[in-house]
Structure formats: structure tokens, C-alpha cells
């Protein structure tokens, strides 16, 4: 376990771009240790609502932005002001914290910790990825990592599972890297796979995939 609290964290898979288009977001990702804590209280949920759609637990992150579907070739002029924001910005110390719903179909975890930050270093991510002429949907910043989705008909599960997290509260990490992920495998039915296209350590600049 990490106790000083040192800059760590999490990862995606690495895969090919076979697709001419992708999905993107940039986010950011718990360390394992974290992640391991959470889903040892997610035990019984897991237990009680199988049919649940449950997201894996190496592809959980925090999502900053999501910029939809992208051609390929959109993509890589993101990479030097990227660059540049995360040279510039520092780590964060968060925390994963209790759980709840939206429209109780998706089970979420919140996030404690440096809130007032995290809405900065949001802010800041999309304003850059304006700045270089990519579209995406507005949405309000609400910072959660999503954990599953209800089946059609079987919203209870996700309410009562997010009350089953309702008294969690994960230990203290620090987010020190920033992730440019996309998806172009795994859609339909089954599980969306993610891949990292970069990553970048906050303050230090750039950080190979």
C-alpha cells in the first residue's frame, strides 16, 4: 500500500487501432490498491445482483471529458497542448467515497478529496481540447466512477446497491496522471474495452502509453 501517498496510477490495456473512427475521453484512473479496497465492498453487490452490467474493475476511471466519436486522425494534433496542461498541472490527492445512482440505472462511487481542483483540471481539459477544434457533448462535471449499469426492468438492483456503499469510504491516493483512452472494441452487449492512446504524469510532462 501506498502510504505517502506518492503519484500513482491505475492503467488501461493497450490495444491496435484497427477502426477509422474512435470513442475518447480523458480521465483519470485509482491506483490498484484503491480499486482492490472498493470492489471488497462491492462483495456483496456483486453476490446479490449478477445480472447487473458490471464495468471491470481495471478499466474504472474518472472521467474529465468525453469527446465521443472521433476519426483517428483527430486525434494525435490533441497530443502537444495536452502535453503542455499536464506539464502544468499538479497531482491530486482524492478519495473514493460512498456510491449512488443516476436515473437508477447506473451505480456510481463518488470522489472526495481536492474537489475545487479536480473541477479546475476538468475545466482546463476541455477548454484545451476546444482549443484545437474538437466537438463534443456538454456535459456537467460531476465527478463518480461508474461501476454498472441496470438491465431493462431491474433498476431496484442499482438503488439498493448504491445504498449498500453508502457508508464507504476509501483511503486517500493521489491521481498523478492523465489519460487520453479510446474505445473501438467491444461494442454491442458485451463490455466496452478500453485502450490508453497517451498518458502524461502531472508536472512532469509526457509519459509513454
Not at 476538468?122 to 456538454?138: I, K, L, Q, S, Y
Request: charge should be neutral.
Amino acid at each position: 500500500m501506498n502510504e505517502s501517498l506518492e503519484p500513482v496510477s491505475g492503467s488501461f490495456a493497450t490495444e491496435p487501432v484497427r477502426a477509422a473512427t474512435t470513442r475518447v475521453f480523458l480521465a483519470l484512473a485509482p491506483p490498484d490498491d484503491a480499486k482492490d479496497e472498493l470492489a471488497r465492498a462491492l462483495g456483496p453487490a456483486y453476490a446479490a445482483y449478477p445480472r447487473m452490467r458490471w464495468n471491470r474493475i481495471e478499466d474504472w476511471h474518472i472521467t474529465l471529458a468525453f469527446l465521443g466519436e472521433l476519426p483517428v486522425t483527430a486525434v494525435p494534433p490533441l497530443t502537444p497542448p495536452l502535453t503542455g496542461l499536464a506539464a502544468r498541472r499538479a497531482p491530486l490527492r482524492l478519495a473514493l467515497h460512498g456510491g449512488g445512482h443516476f436515473d437508477e440505472r447506473v451505480l456510481w462511487s463518488g470522489i472526495t478529496g481536492d474537489l475545487e481542483e479536480l473541477h479546475s483540471l476538468a475545466a482546463e481539459v476541455r477548454a484545451v481540447v476546444r482549443e484545437c477544434g474538437v466537438h463534443f457533448p456538454e456535459r456537467v462535471f460531476r465527478p463518480h466512477l461508474t461501476l454498472a449499469r441496470s438491465r431493462r426492468g431491474d433498476q431496484a438492483a442499482t438503488v439498493e446497491a448504491a445504498a449498500g456503499l453508502a457508508g464507504f469510504a476509501g483511503r486517500a491516493w493521489v491521481a498523478g496522471r492523465l489519460y487520453l483512452v479510446g474505445s473501438n472494441v467491444g461494442r454491442g452487449p458485451g463490455p466496452i474495452r478500453y485502450r490508453t492512446i497517451e498518458a502524461w504524469d502531472l508536472g512532469r510532462g509526457p509519459e509513454p502509453a
